[in-house]
């Protein structure tokens, strides 16, 4: 049994009706027939309740009976039999005074339960908000400080006026409820917030500790090993996974260019003998699943299979245009030197830019050492090739 | 880093003067013993106070510095590198400061250069690279890194199109300056920066010093923003 999201007050009615195949209508007066005998049906209706769960599903349940305008009403129609009963009770009937205690006490429940709704169970509902929850508060607050005031300086007080005090005292101290949803929440948030914050001074206080230790000998090791060798860049990718997760925080990584090529970096870097500089420059709107990011990821894993040592990769997103560089200090290659059969530079990154709209160039390196591959990808293509994939 | 030091101009001058300052004995001994031949350390420190009294003994050529120095009385949000250039970088016009990183952040290293250092170079390049780096910053020339010419192309807004409209101006970079960092940033040492532009190579490191007074000097918001929320590191 699921409660639907979209419902009048609980949606515990509806979600029994749909599992039992019964029509709602009948549901319902089942539910009141049988609160008639000593409350079980309201007892099963609060257990369902409390234990059925919502719809799966994402929106957040909208309920259609304003339920916290009816306890408030409930409310005023309780406090007014109980002003009818006192007549009564002045008249001398002395069983009228438990109908008339039992009278005002129901009608403060019920304001506090009405300021409990509002707080708690129609705070999150789009449709009404803190406008709504704020009406609640004070309309429920006026009610009991009139019956306060109405109370210790009624007629009733001067014949009882243990009972009236015991209820004027319920009435204030409703008031004080009605605005506990606050509380609760303020509380609540302010428990989360320190808890928070425990976590981000202890998060700096490792953070801080490492940094003066281990990323130090880690450092040292690297300038000890040489720069490609095998130590070193364990080392190197040792040290940028303890600096991602000390520095970054639990914020997932965003996939962008820049962030998806420097990943690609680092796994290169384990794999084969080389040391890859990535630099990222302006705000990359490039997708990591590109076409450019494809094609510069094919040169960097030919510049670390074929020239290892030191690669630079830049990377400039400019309104216009983004452009990658990848540059080794290999032996280089001339493009007319390769094999026709060998598809790796001609298809996967020149060819593959070609198709998408940007232009790529492989070229020797400056001063004819090494090789540079450059790619280019204007900027309004961007638009397109996200709306493809 | 190779690329960020071969701004050495391969003339090995008379030896450069260094003083080490590093809180780890660990890292001055193997960097000391790493050095080349033509580098004299004179001196070594490993906080703010020591690094103060030792610069102002050995009066060296260069300052080899950590950016993040113990010391008392640093103020928050500054790092003790920066704080040591300011405590004695006017009093001694004629050393130079080359800031030493652990991290290869460039935004870790702006305050330190801000307060003055001729460059950086990460703690995890090689001794040679070191000594060519010091070499170059004794030679009064910038160092400048891939990394940092990146951040700098970043901060002063190069990627959308700002340029500077007149040479004297500090919060954007000329044209040329742009061309020469974005090839700095593409791996190039400086002699292939000044073939590429059919420049000397002496006129590749008037810009790249240029570029340096202006990351020192100018009020971009982004720059004391990025040095400001990087506190940690």
């Given at each position: 049994m699921i409660r639907p999201r979209a419902c009048v007050a609980t949606g515990v009615a509806a979600g029994m009706a749909e599992h039992l195949g019964w029509p709602v209508t009948v549901v319902r007066l089942a539910f009141a027939a049988t609160s008639l005998a000593a409350g079980a049906g309201l007892l099963l209706y609060v257990w369902l309740w409390a234990l059925t769960p919502w719809a799966p599903g994402d929106e957040r349940p909208t309920r259609r009976a304003p339920v916290a305008w009816l306890l408030v009403v409930a409310s005023t129609l309780s406090l007014l039999g109980a002003w009818v009963v006192s007549a009564w009770v002045l008249d001398g009937d002395e069983g009228g005074l438990r109908w008339w205690f039992g009278a005002?006490?129901?009608?403060?429940?019920?304001?506090?339960?009405?300021?409990?709704?509002?707080?708690?169970?129609?705070?999150?509902?789009?449709?009404?908000?803190?406008?709504?929850?704020?009406?609640?508060?004070?309309?429920?607050?006026?009610?009991?400080?009139?019956?306060?005031?109405?109370?210790?300086?009624?007629?009733?007080?001067?014949?009882?006026?243990v009972p009236t005090f015991a209820a004027a005292l319920a009435a204030v101290l409703g008031i004080g409820l009605v605005y506990a949803p606050t509380l609760v929440t303020a509380w609540r948030d302010l428990a989360d917030e320190r808890t928070k914050r425990i976590r981000e001074e202890q998060r700096s206080e490792i953070a801080a500790h490492l940094h003066d230790s281990v990323l130090q000998t880690l450092a040292l090791i690297q300038n000890r090993a040489g720069a490609s060798s095998e130590v070193a860049r364990i080392a190197r990718a040792q040290e940028r996974e303890l600096?991602?997760?000390?520095?970054?925080?639990?914020?997932?990584?965003?996939?962008?260019?820049?962030?998806?090529?420097?990943?690609?970096?680092?796994?290169?870097?384990?794999?084969?003998?080389?040391?890859?500089?990535?630099?990222?420059?302006?705000?990359?709107?490039?997708?990591?699943?590109?076409?450019?990011?494809?094609?510069?990821?094919?040169?960097?894993?030919?510049?670390?299979r074929h020239a290892g040592g030191e690669v630079s990769v830049y990377v400039e997103s400019s309104p216009e245009t983004v452009e990658v560089f990848v540059r080794d200090r290999g032996e280089g290659f001339e493009l007319?030197?390769?094999?026709?059969?060998?598809?790796?530079?001609?298809?996967?990154?020149?060819?593959?830019?070609?198709?998408?709209?940007?232009?790529?160039?492989?070229?020797?390196?400056?001063?004819?050492?090494?090789?540079?591959?450059r790619l280019r990808f204007p900027a309004e293509r961007l638009g397109a090739e996200a709306g493809r994939g | 880093m190779a690329d960020a030091s071969d701004a050495g101009r391969g003339v090995p001058a008379a030896s450069v003067r260094v003083v080490i300052v590093d809180d780890?004995?660990?890292?001055?001994?193997?960097?000391?013993?790493?050095?080349?031949?033509?580098?004299?350390?004179?001196?070594?420190?490993?906080?703010?106070?020591?690094?103060?009294?030792?610069?102002?003994?050995?009066?060296p050529d260069v300052v080899l510095l950590d950016v993040h120095l113990p010391g008392v009385g640093v103020p928050s949000g500054a790092s003790g590198g920066a704080e040591v250039i300011r405590r004695v970088g006017s009093s001694m016009p004629g050393t130079r400061f080359l800031a030493l990183s652990v991290s290869d952040k460039a935004e870790d290293v702006v305050g330190v250069i801000r307060a003055g250092a001729r460059?950086?170079?990460?703690?995890?390049?090689?001794?040679?690279?070191?000594?060519?780096?010091?070499?170059?910053?004794?030679?009064?020339?910038?160092?400048?890194?891939?990394?940092?010419?990146?951040?700098?192309?970043?901060?002063?807004?190069?990627?959308?199109?700002?340029?500077?409209?007149?040479?004297?101006?500090?919060?954007?970079?000329?044209?040329?300056?742009?061309?020469?960092?974005?090839?700095?940033?593409?791996?190039?040492?400086?002699?292939?920066?000044?073939?590429?532009?059919?420049?000397?190579?002496?006129?590749?490191?008037?810009?790249?010093?240029?570029?340096?007074?202006?990351?020192?000097?100018?009020?971009?918001?982004?720059?004391?923003?990025?040095?400001?929320?990087?506190?940690?590191?």
């Open positions: 005002v006490l129901a009608g403060v429940g019920l304001a506090v339960a009405s300021g409990a709704w509002a707080g708690f169970v129609d705070r999150p509902d789009p449709e009404r908000g803190p406008r709504h929850e704020l009406a609640i508060r004070l309309s429920a607050t006026a009610l009991l400080a009139i019956t306060a005031v109405a109370l210790v300086f009624g007629d009733v007080a001067h014949e009882y006026p600096r991602d997760w000390l520095f970054d925080g639990d914020t997932p990584a965003d996939s962008d260019l820049g962030t998806d090529l420097r990943d690609f970096a680092a796994a290169l870097e384990i794999d084969y003998p080389v040391t890859i500089d990535v630099v990222v420059v302006g705000e990359s709107r490039e997708r990591a699943s590109g076409e450019v990011a494809a094609a510069a990821r094919e040169a960097m894993l030919n510049a670390a007319g030197d390769v094999p026709g059969d060998r598809l790796g530079v001609r298809q996967s990154i020149i060819g593959r830019m070609r198709r998408a709209g940007g232009s790529g160039e492989v070229r020797r390196g400056a001063g004819g050492i090494g090789t540079e591959v | 780890h004995s660990i890292f001055r001994s193997g960097l000391k013993a790493d050095l080349d031949a033509s580098i004299e350390v004179v001196g070594e420190a490993h906080d703010v106070e020591s690094a103060v009294a030792a610069v102002t003994d050995a009066a460059g950086y170079i990460t703690k995890g390049s090689s001794g040679a690279d070191v000594s060519r780096a010091v070499q170059a910053v004794a030679g009064g020339d910038a160092v400048f890194s891939p990394k940092l010419a990146g951040f700098v192309l970043d901060a002063f807004g190069a990627a959308v199109g700002e340029t500077a409209a007149a040479s004297d101006e500090l919060d954007r970079l000329s044209a040329r300056e742009q061309e020469v960092m974005r090839l700095i940033a593409r791996g190039y040492a400086y002699k292939e920066v000044a073939a590429e532009l059919f420049i000397s190579t002496k006129t590749v490191e008037t810009h790249v010093s240029a570029v340096l007074r202006k990351l020192q000097l100018s009020s971009r918001y982004e720059l004391t923003a990025w040095a400001n929320a990087r506190r940690l590191l």
